[in-house]
């Protein structure tokens, strides 16, 4: 009678380490634990010059796109304003913008 190795046998330990891995890291992560590498080491995000630069560089981007976002949002809202109104100003608000009334300085 020989001894048969079942598929099921090798695949359940597998797939429940798997799950056990998973279940460890996130854990680790969520709890702000530090991940490790293979060696037991822990694994840190890199701190050096050139990753600070280029944070800087990010964050100044950051704040020009969202300034010019709010500079968007507010030259659609003027041309919501102006396509939803009723015809009857319709003309003296586009006069007035025209010329430069309506802007906020």
């Known amino acids: ?22 279940v460890n890291t996130w854990l680790r992560v969520r709890h702000g634990y530090p991940l490790e ?30 300034a010019e976002l709010g500079s968007v949002k507010d030259r659609l809202a003027n041309v919501e304003r102006i396509v939803t109104d009723s015809g009857f100003g319709l003309t003296q608000q586009i006069e007035a913008l025209r010329r430069g009334e309506g802007r906020a300085q």
């Open 1 to 22: 009678m020989p001894f048969d190795i079942s598929p099921a046998m090798i695949g359940v330990p597998a797939i429940a380490i798997t799950i056990g891995w998973v």
């Open 37 to 66: 590498n293979s060696w037991g080491k822990p694994v840190y995000p890199r701190t050096d010059d050139a990753a600070q630069q280029r944070m800087a560089l990010l964050t100044q981007e950051n704040a020009q796109l969202r």
